[in-house]
């Protein structure tokens, strides 16, 4: 794959195949950035772990003093809105821009130089909340951040705003890249790939980009109200001026609740496309799958106040919401029995990201009962706030979320670095993983019920729950060492791992047509589609790789780099953050590089 | 086989639908500003009534003046859609009257809002006054902001109309920029009607 | 190559064109500019009658939803384009006035109707 010097006539292309660091800082390849967004989740993963066996240590024994109760509120601050916002969320996306535009047959994503300036304001946005450990000033508030706690009255200090300011940059890098996918899924899908050919996994990235676009401009409010009560003196949370709290609750779920689902969906469609590969079947009820993901995400936005049941809103709104959240877990559960019935009769095989797969089906099971627990108003109001919900999101947001990711990374590392992941070490990380994680959030749902507060720094010895805490923090450190054997996989597999072909699974969708790695060009010519499974039909199967494997007689042109993104980047997260000088004039220095920046670009063409 | 030769050839521009990326796109932005300025005028809504000091609504909004700044952003809509169609065309003689006439309407539709709002401020309303004081200003002044972006997207579209550079082939950078207009005209027939007109 | 800046995958040229079925000639748009300026002294006229008070707010949004219809079907050339569009369009038009329309029922209507909330 040498860099391959042009003909007279041909056009003067930057290949992204050049390597060094200015290159990868400037490259608006969606693998390249794929990459980038993965090693950069994947890191903000151990931090946010970190801060949970802060938490663990802390809750391992009653009345402890392992870090003080400031610390504490800052750790599970932290723990979530890193793990929500700098994990989850960017390592699916990380798996969108890899995997969707192979899976559609596409060159790249539909606006390359935009799919660079949302990594790098995720990024810079990821780094500058963090950089409030630096003043000690972390965000301190909870990852929901409820209004009034967090006005200048009850948290003074920086704490609070480097939180706002945060969040507020890393929503724009979301909402960029959910018009971005929209677009590529609609608008770049080879000839003959249908919307219902589709890969399930490019499906439900359309669904969750559906959702970020609408969802995070509603919590971009919430926070601007926050910011302008807390900078320029305005009412929106403050109750003596006739300013209602509850807004904020209402805002942040309505946000928070279709966040959820974000979170979900992408793993969901994951283990849709790895389930079928190892029962060597197609997907039991495809259609059915698809319109149950559209629907979840449309009723999703219908189920908020359920995280509001003890707020007081009445009998018939809450009525509402406890029909609307019972109802969402149909949809939910139809696809669990898809799943079982794909591999009712297959041919399966338990590589590990099938071990990951099948453990999401049983684990977002056992999560989802817990959820549907919740949805009844009379029982959340003795659950709510407590362990027993921690327990809950954990096993949706670990056992299916994370799980579904890991799945993922099993399945499509070897399309990624043409090197397979030891399956030794895969299952040794697998089990552990399993034992540590059900071991730490299983005895939640007890020490919940018990009376076990949520957020609440330490408990009185005579509750008792000094045994469920234990073994939490027991499992929590087998779930954390587990993680190195991935570290440990990766690193051992890039050095003198077995050499992938392009389709080691014996796969059926586009991506694996091509060779491990991909050309930067993806495919040489587009290929043409006849069918949801078209390495699994053997005349398709010919057509295609007649198209995808050889080398194309012409270099086919791809967009050029370019380094306004960064710069742009590099100013949004610049304004955003001077207006922590309280000054209403300095920010628009910042906003002078971001308006240079993209004026830069604009003029910048995009294929030179 | 022959339509993925042909699509080999010039694949950079093909896309599955025949539609432009770009308008695709930012469709797609415009139905998520939907819920920002949704989230706005939501919590403009809420509090009505709510404010616990005054100056209340009915005392304070001025009913022909903003009747007059709303026919004022109306008309430059029109402006822009005859911008559009002039660049179509290829005239760049009327390309130039019509988006300066985008630029005209738009810059006094600010002017009428800055005028508005230091009057607010002088007749003791301001963003930390009450909850109408915080939730109209902080509606409107983000409208607000973006009639700006949008005035300085058509300045630049003027300049380069005036050196040539808006040819029928650029009519797509007129008509994305349009959308954008559009758009912040039709948030304001809403924030005109709920905020103005139904006290 | 050129200096188009809008370049980039998927300008539509390998397809049959933007996708416009009819097109709105000038006149419609005078036409149209005309409606929404009769339209918006309609509203002020109503705003001002106290005959018109009962029926104010239902005649208000009618007469502004127009207004917003004819911008967005004619100026903003919805009713002409193609349906992926309105699509997109839609689907967050239909979340925001969903929001809307349910926060204001939560805090100005439901109060009403019982004694929380």
């Avoid at chain 1, 072909?501 to 790695?517: F, K, Y």
């Amino acid at each position: 794959m040498s860099v391959t010097t042009e003909s007279a006539q041909a056009p003067a292309v930057t290949h992204t195949q050049d390597t060094g660091i200015w290159s990868w800082m400037t490259t608006v390849d969606h693998k390249r950035i794929g990459i980038m967004y993965f090693l950069t989740s994947f890191f903000f993963f151990f931090v946010g772990g970190f801060e949970a066996l802060l938490i663990r240590i802390q809750l391992m024994r009653p009345e402890n003093a392992f870090i003080s109760a400031e610390t504490y509120s800052q750790m599970f601050t932290m723990h979530g809105t890193t793990m929500v916002f700098l994990v989850a969320m960017p390592m699916a996306v990380a798996f969108f821009n890899y995997i969707v535009p192979l899976q559609i047959g596409a060159r790249d994503v539909a606006f390359p130089r935009l799919n660079a300036l949302s990594y790098w304001i995720f990024l810079f946005g990821g780094l500058f909340i963090n950089s409030s450990f630096l003043f000690g000033a972390a965000p301190n508030t909870s990852w929901v951040g409820y209004a009034n706690l967090t006005s200048l009255q009850f948290t003074p200090g920086r704490n609070v705003e480097f939180w706002v300011i945060g969040l507020s940059i890393l929503g724009i890098s979301s909402i960029l890249g959910g018009v971005n996918f929209i677009t590529t899924i609609i608008n770049l899908r080879a000839p003959g790939m249908k919307l219902m050919r589709m890969p399930l996994f490019a499906w439900m990235t359309l669904v969750t980009s559906f959702l970020l676009v609408t969802a995070i401009p509603v919590v971009a409010v919430a926070l601007i109200l926050l910011a302008f009560d807390r900078f320029f003196g305005a009412n929106f949370y403050e109750v003596t001026a006739g300013g209602d709290p509850i807004l904020w609750q209402h805002l942040f779920w309505l946000f928070g609740h279709p966040e959820v689902y974000i979170l979900i969906l992408p793993s969901f469609g994951i283990i849709s496309d790895v389930i079928p590969t190892f029962s060597r079947k197609p997907l039991f009820g495809y259609p059915v799958v698809v319109y149950a993901g559209i629907l979840i995400g449309f009723i999703g936005w219908g189920v908020w106040s359920h995280h509001m049941f003890t707020v007081g809103l009445g009998p018939i709104a809450d009525s509402f919401f406890v029909a609307s959240t019972m109802i969402i877990a149909i949809p939910t559960g139809i696809k669990i029995f898809n799943w079982l019935a794909t591999m009712w009769g297959g041919a399966l095989r338990f590589p590990t990201a099938m071990l990951f797969a099948v453990g999401v089906v049983a684990i977002f099971t056992v999560g989802g009962l817990s959820g549907v627990m919740h949805a009844s108003a009379p029982v959340d109001l003795q659950q709510h706030d407590s362990y027993f919900v921690v327990a809950h999101f954990h096993y949706v947001l670990v056992g299916g979320a994370l799980m579904g990711l890991f799945s993922g990374l099993y399945f499509w590392f070897p399309k990624v670095t043409g090197k397979l992941l030891s399956e030794s070490l895969g299952k040794w990380h697998f089990w552990t993983t399993m034992i540590g994680f059900n071991l730490t959030f299983f005895p939640m749902h007890f020490a919940g019920l018990f009376g076990m507060p949520r957020r609440t720094w330490t408990y009185q010895a005579e509750l008792n729950l000094e045994i469920w805490n234990q073994l939490s923090t027991v499992g929590a450190f087998i779930f954390g060492l587990s993680s190195l054997l991935l570290i440990w996989n990766f690193g051992r597999s890039l050095k003198k791992g077995e050499e992938a072909s392009a389709n080691p699974w014996d796969a059926a969708t586009l991506e694996w047509a091509i060779p491990s790695p991909p050309h930067h060009y993806n495919f040489p010519v587009l290929p043409e589609v006849r069918s949801r499974e078209p390495l699994w039909h053997e005349a398709e199967r010919a057509d295609v790789e007649a198209v995808t494997l050889p080398e194309p007689a012409k270099e086919p042109i791809m967009p050029s780099s370019s380094f306004w993104p960064m710069v742009v980047a590099f100013g949004i997260t610049l304004t955003w953050a001077l207006v922590m000088t309280g000054v209403w004039w300095v920010p628009l220095l910042g906003f002078g590089v971001t308006a240079f920046g993209v004026f830069s670009w604009a003029f910048q063409p995009a294929f030179r | 086989m022959a339509q993925a030769a042909a699509i080999a050839q010039d694949d950079h521009h093909y896309t599955s639908t025949g539609l432009s990326s770009w308008k695709v796109g930012f469709w797609t932005f415009i139905g998520s500003e939907c819920l920002f300025f949704a989230s706005l005028i939501s919590t403009y809504m809420v509090y009505k009534g709510r404010s616990v000091v005054g100056p209340y609504p009915e005392e304070i909004l001025n009913i022909p003046l903003t009747s007059v700044s709303t026919f004022v952003l109306l008309m430059s809509s029109l402006a822009m859609v005859l911008a559009l169609d002039a660049v179509q065309r290829g005239s760049r003689k009327l390309s130039l009257v019509w988006l300066g006439g985008v630029i005209l309407l738009g810059s006094a539709f600010l002017g009428f809002q800055v005028y508005e709002f230091s009057h607010f401020v002088h007749e003791g309303l301001t963003i930390g006054t009450n909850v109408f004081g915080s939730s109209f200003f902080v509606l409107t002044g983000f409208h607000g902001a973006h009639v700006t972006g949008g005035v300085i997207w058509m300045i630049t579209l003027w300049i380069l109309a005036a050196r040539g550079k808006l040819a029928p082939a650029d009519s797509l950078k007129v008509e994305i920029a349009g959308l954008y207009w559009h758009f912040v005209d039709i948030v304001w027939i809403v924030i005109f009607t709920l905020v103005y007109l139904i006290q | 190559m050129s200096t188009e800046t809008l370049d980039g995958p998927g300008q539509g040229h390998g397809g049959h064109g933007q996708g416009q079925g009819g097109h709105a000639s000038r006149g419609t748009y005078w036409a149209i500019g005309g409606i929404l300026t009769l339209i918006t002294a309609a509203e002020v006229a109503i705003f001002y009658l106290p005959a018109m008070a009962p029926v104010l707010v239902p005649l208000l949004l009618v007469l502004s939803a127009t207004k917003f219809l004819l911008v967005v079907m004619f100026f903003m050339h919805l009713k002409f384009d193609s349906p992926v569009f309105s699509g997109v369009f839609l689907a967050g038009l239909v979340l925001a006035s969903f929001m809307t329309v349910a926060l204001i029922l939560l805090y100005q209507v439901l109060p009403n109707y019982q004694v929380m909330g």
